[in-house]
């Protein structure tokens, strides 16, 4: 595969490293570059806007089907992506643990108040807040 290739759109000549790769054919890449495919991409999607909402009606459990039965190419995937970024990681579980843990907290005083105000053991003006 040559270095360089020349976008049937831009008609300049880039390096290989500005073409997507094509998943249908291993080797191969796209005929227009990066910058010019995401502007095609773009004007496609304002278009034709409700293609992937209808999609996504037709097909709603896709995904969790496909990861089901793709689980071991998912796991590894994620894997890799935690290894490559292990501090984004770290910060992403963190504050995944501290909004979880503050939901938890709302949800007991939520079920506490909720208790006294049966039992009738809540003050009116401490209910008002």
């Known amino acids: 595969m040559s270095d360089e290739k020349t976008c049937i759109r831009c008609r300049e000549t880039k390096p290989a490293s500005e073409y997507r790769r094509r998943p249908d054919v291993m080797g191969r890449l796209y005929n227009r570059c990066k910058t010019c495919d995401a ?25 969790r089907e496909w990861r089901a039965e793709n689980r071991d190419q998912e796991n590894r995937c994620q894997r890799e992506r935690r290894a490559k970024n292990v501090e984004k990681e770290r910060h992403r579980s963190r504050a995944c643990h501290q909004r979880r843990r503050a939901r938890r907290r709302s949800q007991e005083l939520a079920k506490l108040e909720n208790y006294l105000n049966e039992t009738g053991n809540l003050r009116q003006d401490e209910a008002s807040k």
């Open 39 to 63: 502007a095609y991409l773009r004007r496609w999607r304002i278009d034709n806007p409700g293609h992937m909402s209808e999609w996504r009606a037709n097909n709603p459990n896709y995904h």
